[in-house]
């Protein structure tokens, strides 16, 4: 009976280690596939970060020229005294001028801040998708002809955001009462009202996708370092060919 035993146990223990090789290897492949993934979705969402900060980053500048150029036109009342300008047209020409740069900025800004704002959104919703269950999926899944329709209706929303920042200050300085200089201060102060809105705008959302952003690179830095606590729990494997002793385990996380 013994040595029946003794040869029924060895084979027992080796179809055991066997399988737990198999199924091991097999759970350290996945958790390390899956950590790549997270650690690429990570990766890509920090890329179309790194695109909204460089959108927006021209709204700083454009908020100072819009303020530069609401202090000049309150100056040039006296500009043009000291200079003594008679003719009508040089007169219009300066006032009109500090205005017009006032609402340039303004416009190129809000084409700047929604660049911003739709490049974090990439990085806020990127991985969503791919790690949402089929169920969650199928409700945000679009048709080509769907993506194609969204695409043509963002390019069209690009266009009202450059005629939304171009119109309001134009007409609130012409509606105005009171002299030419007057309504000048009152456009170029305008245009930079909005500057700093858009600004501020580019701001908030960019701090959300920062936000998302540093919560992807929290979990695949989670998710890379149960993978590599796996793979090194699996030296216990009774066919593994790496040496060394597995750490302790670590604390759960959420």
Known sequence: MVEVLAPTCAAISASVGVSAEYVGRVAVADGKEIAAVTIQAAAESEAWLAKSERAKAVLPFLVGL?????????????LIQSLEIKSLQSVTEIYFFCPLV???????????????????SNAI????????????????WLSTTEQIVKGSERLNEKWKTFFLTTIPAPVLGAIVPGPLEFKAVV????????????????????????????????????????????????????????????????????
Do not use: W
């Open 125 to 140: 919703n990127l991985g969503n998708r791919r790690f949402a269950k089929a169920g969650q999926v199928g409700k945000t």
């Open 66 to 78: 819009s303020a530069t150029a609401a202090s000049f036109a309150l100056l040039c009342p006296v």
């Open 187 to 254: 456009t170029a102060a305008t245009a930079a009202a909005l500057c700093a809105y858009y600004l501020a705008n580019a701001e908030y959302y960019l701090s959300q996708a920062t936000d998302a952003v540093a919560l992807k690179s929290r979990a695949a830095a989670v998710a890379d370092t149960y993978a590599n606590q796996v793979r090194k729990t699996s030296l216990f494997l009774t066919y593994g060919t790496e040496t060394g002793l597995p750490e302790k385990p670590m604390q759960d996380h959420q």
């Open 102 to 120: 006032a609402v340039i900025a303004a416009a190129v800004g809000g084409l700047a801040s929604q660049e911003s704002r739709l490049l974090a």
